[in-house]
């Protein structure tokens, strides 16, 4: 049962169904909620379940973490590529810094207005 469950193509198909788990979940919220913190923190959760998908597919059972250490000095074939890795960690790093810009913009318009509901903006007044 548990070398079944570390088939590479199982193990796929299952980071696979949960990204996309993650993203519905992630789409719902954003299309359904009026708050702006739910709508923002819902673009987190979407974000994250392209990390887990991205990463997840590039995992290879049986190989090893990149890191040059104990006389290691070259790259073979039983290492994992680090490139995805470095990939998603800087994009890791920009999504929290666009969260917190976008969490501190919720902020700030709290406190100009007394509301965050996305159903109440009507700052510009009508149309016509």
């Not at 199982?10 to 949960?18: A, D, E, K, Q």
């Not at 994250?48 to 890191?67: C, D, M, Q, T, W």
């Not at 290492?79 to 960690?89: T, Y």
């Amino acid at each position: 049962m548990l070398e079944t469950l570390n088939q590479p193509a199982y193990l796929h198909f299952v980071i696979t169904v949960g990204a996309f788990v993650l993203f519905a979940i992630g789409l719902i919220g954003v299309l359904s909620k009026k708050n702006l913190f739910k709508i923002f923190l819902s673009f987190s959760i979407i974000e994250s379940s392209l990390f887990l998908f991205f990463i997840g597919n590039h995992y290879e059972v049986g190989k090893r973490a990149p890191i040059v250490a104990d006389g290691v000095t070259t790259f073979d074939h039983q290492m994992v590529d680090p490139v995805p890795q470095a990939m998603i960690l800087t994009t890791i790093v920009i999504g929290i810094a666009v969260l917190a810009l976008g969490l501190s913009y919720v902020v700030c318009y709290y406190r100009l207005s007394g509301h965050t509901r996305i159903d109440k903006m009507d700052e510009l007044g009508d149309a016509s």
